[in-house]
């Protein structure tokens, strides 16, 4: 009983130290997968993972992870025709479990971030279970850039990531539209413009102040369905 109130303790702790780090000492890695087919449940897979890291306001261009990984499985032409990864390009590639450590190191002790991040997480956690992998995407934190806009920018039409790149006219051109690396990082930029929003005009500066974003933001996002 002791272990349990001792575990109970350490958790609120760690997210009390969460909620108080301030957002220039954090780590965040914003990443990106594209899959077989949308829904994880029906047997789909993912065929790429890109990641980016962001540290004190900046794109950390030298960690970067961009993967192609084998699904055991055909790509439905459907899949193929959005992010054009086939099945060619994929059958001598690593699966999920060979690469679940790389994924891992590369996650660990950061903040997570994406554009409907849950997609990517529910991914991994079905892709890759009873993995170390698995673990680390369960225990991390993570940001929704979907409701941080949205907490943000509460009366925009819509908050897909296309759209709120031309309406903050943040630059894509140079990325591939889904390819997990290119979406990725058109994710980190869209987030730094967000957080440089957040800082300068709501005054947040702790991630505790951005989670609360999130919290408003997903109420928004939850009527606008």
């Known amino acids: ?4 109130f001792n575990r109970i303790r350490s958790f609120l702790d760690n997210r009390k130290a969460l909620k108080q780090l301030n957002i220039n000492d954090a780590i965040f890695t914003v990443l990106d997968t594209e899959t077989t087919g949308l829904n994880v449940n029906e047997g789909h897979k993912i065929v ?3 990641g980016i890291k962001i540290k004190s306001y900046q794109l950390l261009e030298d960690q970067i992870l ?8 055909d790509i ?4 193929r025709n959005i992010h054009y990864i086939s099945d ?3 059958k001598d590639k690593p699966n999920i479990y060979q690469l679940e450590k790389k994924i891992s190191n590369f996650l660990e002790n950061t903040i997570l971030v994406g554009h409907n991040v849950d997609f990517d ?3 991994i956690k079905k892709n890759a279970a009873k993995t170390s992998l698995a673990v680390t995407v369960k225990k ?5 850039t979907i409701l941080l806009a949205a907490g943000l920018y509460p009366s925009l039409e819509s908050y897909e990531l ?3 790149c031309d309406h903050f006219r943040i630059k894509t051109f140079d990325q591939i539209r889904h390819s997990a690396l290119g979406d990725a990082i058109i994710t980190a930029r869209l987030f730094l413009f967000l957080l440089d929003t957040a800082k300068n005009r709501n005054n947040a500066h702790s991630i505790g102040e951005l989670i609360n974003l999130c919290k408003q933001g997903r109420q928004i996002h939850y009527l606008m369905k």
């Open 48 to 50: 790429s993972v890109g």
């Open 140 to 144: 991390i934190p993570s940001i929704d």
């Open 121 to 123: 997480i529910g991914f």
């Open 88 to 90: 060619d390009q994929v």
């Open 162 to 164: 296309s759209f709120l």
């Open 66 to 73: 961009d993967e192609l990984i084998n699904p055991e499985r």
């Open 1 to 4: 009983m002791k272990n349990i």
């Open 76 to 79: 439905p032409f459907a899949s």
